[in-house]
């Protein structure tokens, strides 16, 4: 499926769509092939809490560690059997538009990964309508300073963002580290069918809990920093595969490769991968399989980087 281009004015096409089309474009769940919605997102949600169950009941794992004081503010952390301090650490940040999804039902990828030697880390973030989108991007940012501190001699952290996560993910490249005190051992991010720029959000049915301003849209949208000079790697910038279902909306499609371009032009490593045959749920639910192309790509990116 090929993305849609801006048009020779340079209007990104989502402005010419009716409300009803934009709204469709923007809800993944319109968009599965093999289950039907309701379906889709069930399997979803059940397996990602099973998933979590397993690993919880058969990995050694610190639980609902506080990385902050405030609501919500914790991550869990699951162990491969030869713990030691010195792992990779994969940092995985759930879906669901900033308002629904939960780490204690998001430890997908915790079994494959555990079982060859990475730690996994679920973190937490307080949701919409409770939690606004500038706090939950300074939530992550603190959970990624936390584990740097908690862990100083980690072999890489590996942060990766699902949806909502992956624009979450997406701000960490942009974020300020020295205000920290502590700058993470970020070794790759990986984007996984991500909203980079939030300006259409506003005019769908996601934007009523997140309150989103124009101003806001634009000050949390990676796309628009990543645009602007400043937003250059500082540095030696980590890889970021930037990754979309081949079942994902045009709309889905066109953010994730127009945040690829930009990544290029502003001098990051960036790849893009359309990995095939899975929708927006599928790509995630299936990281819970050691044979799935996506969890073989995260697994390449950390033993070459690392």
Request: negative net charge.
């Amino acid at each position: 499926m090929d993305a849609p281009r801006e048009d020779s004015k340079g209007e990104a096409p989502w402005r010419k769509m009716s409300g009803e089309e934009l709204e469709k474009q923007y809800t993944p769940s319109r968009w599965t092939v093999h289950l039907g919605a309701e379906e889709a997102l069930r399997t979803y949600s059940q397996i990602g809490s099973e998933a979590t169950r397993r690993a919880r009941a058969t990995r050694r794992s610190l639980l609902d560690v506080p990385y902050g004081a405030g609501e919500g503010e914790t991550l869990d952390i699951y162990f491969p059997e030869a713990a030691s301090e010195a792992l990779p650490l994969f940092v995985f940040l759930h879906g669901g538009y900033w308002q629904s999804g939960s780490k204690d039902e998001s430890a997908y990828p915790a079994g494959p990964l555990t079982v060859l030697g990475v730690a996994v880390v679920v973190v937490g973030y307080t949701l919409a309508p409770k939690g606004t989108l500038d706090q939950m991007v300074d939530q992550v940012a603190r959970s990624l300073a936390f584990l740097q501190k908690r862990f100083p001699d980690n072999e890489g952290i590996y942060l990766c963002g699902h949806s909502a996560g992956a624009q979450l993910a997406a701000m960490m490249l942009l974020a300020n580290w020295t205000e920290r005190g502590v700058t993470p051992n970020l070794k790759a991010c990986f984007l996984l069918s991500g909203v980079y720029d939030l300006e259409p959000i506003l005019h769908t049915s996601v934007n009523a809990p997140l309150h989103l301003t124009p101003e806001g849209a634009r000050r949390n949208s990676p796309q628009w920093h990543l645009e602007a000079a400043s937003a250059k790697p500082r540095g030696p910038a980590c890889p970021v595969l930037v990754i979309v279902g081949q079942h994902d909306s045009p709309e889905f499609h066109r953010q994730s490769r127009e945040f690829y371009q930009t990544l290029c032009r502003a001098g990051w490593r960036a790849s893009y991968e359309d990995l095939q045959d899975v929708d927006h749920f599928e790509m995630v639910w299936k990281l819970t399989q050691q044979d799935y192309a996506l969890i073989q790509i995260i697994l390449k990116t950390i033993f070459q980087e690392s």
